[in-house]
């Protein structure tokens, strides 16, 4: 009888957002960046990721990967960068995404890239390599990023000139920004480089870094000092760990939120 009367479990909480896509830009044939509305309740950290993703087909599980949100903490929309995987479980479906379509996106941000993981220093270098741009872009948009350090660069490698995505908005479009923009114009120096074109800046960002070009072109002390600069790195495994035993030659430390240093690292997530 018990049984009859027992009150039905209350409904569990969606695990998910569901929301509004309001914008989409392709790049090029393997990149593309959206942008879906905020919810009132989502707080993040400038640089932390998020899991994105589309219901799954035939009423089957919702396929999620985790991207980095693309727009800083106090940002009205949401914007994701993404790759374009021909087969991918994900990016094959969400390529296709128009404004109105609605996208999943998980509950809880997280990540290291955040200023809270490292402690003071006077230069910020922001390396990332393809889609490992997008954390750059959400914490070169906040204004503590300005208020910690007296010089921020952003340096992206890709393979071709095209794949340069926001290169205009780094190059110029930033410094229209109501918020930082003349922060931006005065601290800010995009770097870019380019590794199968010819380009002004060309080759791998670890190599400039080793022969001294890197710092010769942004006119700074040849060297990353402990005592001035501070990292963080995004992109293939590949150049964060080349990249990461790069600044522990120069004697930086690696930092997490528990413990704050020299440098951070995160995987450009891929769809
Ligand atoms: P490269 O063309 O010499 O491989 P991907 O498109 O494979 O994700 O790579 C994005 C960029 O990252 C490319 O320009 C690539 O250069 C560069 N890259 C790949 N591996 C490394 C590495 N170990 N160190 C520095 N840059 C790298």
């Not at 942008?35 to 799954?56: K, T």
């Not at 991207?67 to 390529?95: H, M, N």
């Amino acid at each position: 009888m018990t049984d009859a009367l027992a009150a039905p479990p209350p409904p569990r909480p969606a695990a998910h957002h569901e929301l509004s896509v309001l914008w989409v830009r392709h790049w090029t044939d393997q990149l593309f960046s959206f942008a879906v509305e905020r919810p009132e309740d989502f707080r993040f950290r400038s640089g932390e990721f998020v899991m994105i993703g589309l219901p799954g087909e035939d009423g089957g599980k919702p396929i999620l990967r985790a991207y980095s949100v693309a727009s800083p903490g106090w940002a009205e929309e949401l914007e994701f960068f993404s790759i374009k995987v021909p087969d991918g479980p994900l990016t094959s479906r969400l390529q296709k995404i128009q404004p109105g379509d609605r996208v999943l996106m998980g509950k809880k941000p997280t990540g290291t890239l955040v200023l809270d993981a490292l402690t003071g220093g006077e230069r910020l270098h922001l390396i990332g390599t393809g889609t490992g741009l997008a954390p750059w872009l959400s914490v070169a948009r906040d204004p503590e990023t300005y208020a910690r350090f007296g010089r921020v660069i952003v340096s992206h490698t890709v393979r071709q000139v095209a794949d340069l995505a926001y290169r205009e908005f780094f190059a110029g479009g930033i410094h229209e920004d109501p918020l930082i923009g003349d922060e931006a114009r005065a601290q800010l120096t995009y770097y870019p480089t380019v590794t199968r074109e010819a380009f002004p800046t060309p080759g791998r960002i670890t190599d400039r870094i080793r022969s001294g070009d890197y710092f010769r072109d942004l006119g700074l002390p040849e060297g990353f000092d402990p005592a001035q600069d501070r990292v963080m790195l995004c992109g293939s495994m590949a150049m964060i760990k080349d990249t990461a035993a790069l600044l522990d030659g120069f004697g930086l430390k690696e930092g997490s939120n528990a413990e704050p240093a020299d440098y951070v690292l995160e995987r450009a997530f891929v769809g």
